[in-house]
Nanobody, 126 residues
Framework: QVQLVESGGGSVQTGGSLRLSCLAS????????LGWFRQPPGKEREWVAA????????YYADSVKGRFSISQDNAENTLYLQMNSLKPDDTATYYC???????????????????WGQGTQVTVSS
């Protein structure tokens, strides 16, 4: 049974940093998409960042490009999201996700993912 557990969320002021972690069990990091999504209050879930381990390509939404960095540690089976220069608009519940079959540019789309974590709250105050 695949389980993804996020941690690292919290409350920070504008300009601050947080590092989110996503520990996977029952799922081996190999070729397929790993991603981060977020859902701001009252809005729909949106894609934030993704990595396609096959080739190592990383993708970022325009809203976070240059501020967020996605990475993975295969030995620890953990996915990370380093978030710098945080803004109030980054306030959301953040979810990690893993795919069972997709890679490449497909990693940007939520319906390509099979497994989801429960989410961790990030709140950025002005």
């Amino acid at each position: 049974q695949v389980q993804l557990v996020e941690s690292g969320g919290g409350s920070v002021q504008t300009g601050g940093s947080l590092r989110l972690s996503c520990l996977a069990s029952g799922y081996r990091f190999s070729h397929y998409c790993l991603g981060w999504f977020r859902q701001p209050p009252g809005k729909e879930r949106e894609w934030v960042a993704a990595i396609s381990p096959l080739g190592g390509t990383k993708y970022y939404a325009d809203s976070v490009k240059g501020r967020f960095s996605i990475s993975q540690d295969n030995a620890e089976n953990t996915l990370y999201l380093q978030m710098n220069s945080l803004k109030p608009d980054d306030t959301a519940t953040y979810y990690c996700a893993a795919s069972a079959a997709m890679y490449g540019s497909n990693c940007r789309y939520p319906d390509r993912y099979n497994y989801w974590g429960q989410g961790t709250q990030v709140t950025v105050s002005s």
